[in-house]
């Protein structure tokens, strides 16, 4: 049996502005390189994404990102001998999980070469200058919070006198869809499979449906395109609906996009988008240096 998870919920936030880059990227959304200035701690901490098809980590230093890596979760074993192998051993490792206890047990087995014990989060009431209104807090996904704490450190640094409220899009096997005011309360928030589940849901259900990849078309006109189309019509629609909803008659709300299936989204969204590769691992490490509750 593997080690009991250790659960850490951090209610209180303490960081420094974070330094922005800001370019479009090829659909026009504006991609932002975040470089948080921390005031100065433990000298590496690794962060950890478990999604529910892929492993994100990261390592932060003093002077900021020193590596990072993905690795498919079926793969999680390799990374103390490949990823990890010429990585300086990080004083602390803390990170969220959402693949269940199996995974849990595989990257903490990982971790023994450093006879290091990882700090896994769980959603808190309150912390990072955001307010869990979920009915059960704790049962927010532990991911879907750290992104919600990353996009309100955005938001503050985008508008430090007067924050927006922002829409948090996670893209992955599930896409999740959260809304943000602009008092950092978070108000609920949606669950949707993702693109490619939907087509492998309607190939493996429909014995019409079992086609080659599709393109996005704004009207197709083949089975194959009509599916993909389908699929990121949904999402994308799913998103707006949202982003409506929380804006009513107000200004237009930003939409923080992360995960592997944010190319597929981002080119359907309506501006302003900003797209960000790790906004979890982002969320994590703010988290992690929050002052531990006591």
Not at 42 to 47: E, M, N, R
Request: glycine share 10%.
């Amino acid at each position: 049996m593997g080690r009991a998870a250790r659960v850490f919920s951090p209610e209180r936030f303490r960081c420094a502005a974070p330094d922005r880059a800001v370019g479009p990227d090829a659909h026009g959304a504006r991609r932002l390189a975040v470089q948080f200035r921390f005031r100065p701690a433990v000298s590496q901490i690794l962060v950890i994404d478990v999604g529910n098809s892929r492993l994100k980590w990261a390592m932060r230093g003093p002077g900021g990102w020193t590596a990072k890596g993905a690795v498919a979760n079926q793969d999680i074993a390799s990374l103390a001998l490949r990823d990890w192998q010429n990585v300086e051993r990080p004083a602390r490792a803390v990170g969220v999980n959402v693949a269940g206890e199996a995974a849990r047990v595989r990257v903490e087995g990982q971790l023994a070469r450093w006879r290091l014990a990882v700090e896994w989060l769980s959603a808190g009431t309150q912390a990072g200058g955001v307010t869990n209104r979920y009915r059960i807090p704790s049962q927010l996904g532990a991911d879907r919070w750290a992104s919600l704490v990353a996009a309100r450190r955005r938001a503050v640094a985008a508008h430090e006198a007067a924050p927006r409220a922002c829409i948090v899009v996670n893209v992955g096997t599930a896409v999740t869809i959260d809304a943000l005011d602009a008092q950092g309360v978070f108000q609920g928030g949606l669950i949707l499979p993702g693109v490619r589940l939907m087509l492998r849901a309607l190939a493996d259900n429909t014995a019409a449906l079992r086609t080659a990849p599709g393109a996005f078309q704004d009207f197709p006109t083949t089975t194959p395109d009509a599916l993909y189309s389908g699929a990121v019509q949904a999402v994308s629609g799913a998103v707006e609906q949202m982003r409506q909803r929380l804006r009513g008659d107000g200004e237009e709300l930003t939409c923080y996009l992360a995960g592997g299936g944010a190319p597929d989204i981002a080119p359907r969204l309506a501006a302003p988008i900003e797209v960000v590769d790790n906004l979890v691992l982002e969320g994590v490490l703010v988290l992690a240096l929050l002052p531990r509750a006591e």
